[in-house]
């Protein structure tokens, strides 16, 4: 693809407000454009801003431009505003659903050992990482839930196997691996689902995940931030325990 071409889709992904997919950027020109053109100008285009505060980063719903997680300290100190904070009672939520989707509300109380309230679903369904994606055949079909495309989006991943693993004895490592690494995006997957045996989720395996979790959530935008209150761990925490 030549200079112009590439400067073309440069000049897309920097202005676009959301991710743009490879189908989206082949609009941009009359003539037909190959996807594997387009692929290869995408590359290239990662490589040009290798040494820049911006990179390019394929995720769940496309190719976006985003600084670089070096230079967030820096960009913090022109939105004073602190990301939402979450609960423990939250952030072990998630980390189960994450890595048992789909998973009912029962089983979800059946491995952290306490009652899930309310608020700490609605907190996930409302910042959009978690949805019912079906119903589970047993008595009273409770809903099943399951991880979004949105959270995956927060996370600059493309799907759920890019998660990491939870045997990596370096969470902080993996965080950062998260908030930088372009991954491979598998065109193939649909609903995708990670299920991990129920032995395998332990109380280990949870602090884990939190702390990565935690670790990645300071990534929130500002724009999608707005959404969601800020909770206490000592509100959702009393819930949980008044349960």
């Not at 995006?185 to 395998?200: C, K, L």
Request: proline share 4%; hydrophobic share 40%; with cysteine.
């Amino acid at each position: 693809m030549d200079d112009h071409n590439k400067r073309v889709i440069e000049t897309a992904l920097l202005c676009a407000q959301e991710p743009l997919t490879v189908a989206d950027l082949s609009r941009l020109f009359i003539e037909d454009i190959s996807t594997a053109d387009i692929d290869e100008a995408l590359v290239e285009i990662q490589r040009a801003w290798d040494d820049k505060g911006m990179e390019l980063v394929h995720i769940a719903t496309g190719w976006r431009f985003q600084s670089r997680l070096s230079m967030r300290e820096y960009l913090d100190r022109l939105t004073p505003e602190k990301p939402p904070k979450y609960s423990r009672a939250v952030m072990e939520t998630l980390a189960i659903i994450a890595y048992r989707q789909p998973v009912t509300r029962g089983e979800i109380e059946e491995i952290r050992g306490v009652a899930v309230s309310s608020n700490v679903m609605k907190q996930l369904e409302d910042r959009g990482w978690v949805e019912v994606i079906g119903h589970k055949e047993t008595i009273g079909r409770p809903g099943l839930y399951a991880t979004t495309k949105q959270f995956l989006d927060d996370l600059s991943l493309t799907n759920l196997q890019s998660l990491p693993i939870l045997e990596d004895a370096a969470p902080m490592a993996a965080a950062e691996q998260l908030g930088q690494a372009v991954m491979e995006f598998d065109p193939d997957a649909t609903v995708e689902t990670v299920v991990i045996n129920e032995g395998e989720v332990t109380e280990e395996v949870i602090e884990e995940v939190i702390e990565v979790t935690e670790t990645i959530s300071v990534e929130i935008t500002d724009e999608a931030s707005e959404a969601v209150e800020e909770v206490t761990p000592e509100s959702d925490e009393h819930s949980d325990e008044a349960k």
